[in-house]
């Protein structure tokens, strides 16, 4: 079974522009999470789609947006960017939900660099 | 505000020592408690515990959970170069209905050939 998968790897952008980046959970998965990861805050929880419906959000500002199509695949925008938001951006999905059903299954990661 | 410790943060010791790893957590209506391994990118999912006082085990790992005094251990008995790792602990909990994961700041667990 293909693991959940997320591109592009690697971005670079400068201040102010918008970012999107992609997730495809495994198969049969319904629920897509995204986390944000920096050295200093660890993994962050953004929000959790479920069945196309935001489900749960975390405490980020307005300028971080998700959808869910489907095909349970998921988008995360970023726009106006900021150097902070400089991270490594894990998507996860599960059968159920955020884990305490099923565990989440992690992807690669993108790695957001904003100049 | 719900919040999950480890300790240490940072743990260095030779090959075929054993190790423990500590998770701490306050949270409002725990439901799970998970372990991950994140070597490079993704974080690998080890154990997830519901209940107090079962241990999991996967060959040289065993996680145990004490929902009275809150907290859980990951062991690694004989430990291996591959086990170096930063080792994440999440706590599954439920908060006017919506589900919520926190994870704790890991532990970085470096082992010396």
């Known amino acids: 079974k293909a693991g959940v998968t997320q591109t592009p790897r690697y971005l670079i952008k400068t201040r102010g522009q918008q970012v999107t980046l992609s997730c495809s959970p495994i198969s049969g998965h319904r629920s897509v999470s995204w986390y944000q990861q920096t050295p200093g805050q660890g993994l962050q929880f953004l929000f959790e789609y479920f069945s196309e419906t935001q489900r749960n959000k975390g405490n980020f500002p307005g300028r971080f947006s998700g959808r869910q199509f489907s095909n349970s695949r998921s988008e995360m925008n970023v726009s106006t960017l900021e150097l902070g938001d400089s991270a490594l951006y894990l998507c996860a999905s599960s059968l159920a939900g955020t884990g305490f059903r099923s565990p989440l299954h992690f992807g690669n990661g993108t790695r957001l660099t904003v100049t | 505000e719900d919040k999950v410790v480890q300790s240490p943060l940072s743990l260095v010791v030779h090959e075929g020592d054993t190790v423990t790893l500590n998770c701490s957590y306050e949270?409002?209506?725990?439901?799970?408690l998970l372990w991950y391994k994140q070597e490079k990118k993704a974080p690998t999912f080890l154990f997830m515990l519901?209940?107090?006082?079962i241990e999991k085990k996967s060959g040289r790992l065993s996680s145990i959970l004490d929902k009275k005094e809150l907290f859980s251990i990951l062991n690694i008995t004989a430990t291996q170069t591959g086990d170096s790792a930063v080792y994440l602990c999440?706590?599954?909990?439920?908060?006017?209905?919506?589900?919520?994961?926190?994870f704790g700041q890991g532990t970085r667990l470096t082992i010396n050939p």
């Open positions: 999440a706590v599954g909990s439920v908060v006017q209905g919506a589900q919520k994961l926190v």
């Open positions: 949270v409002t209506n725990f439901r799970s």
């Open positions: 519901t209940s107090s006082g």
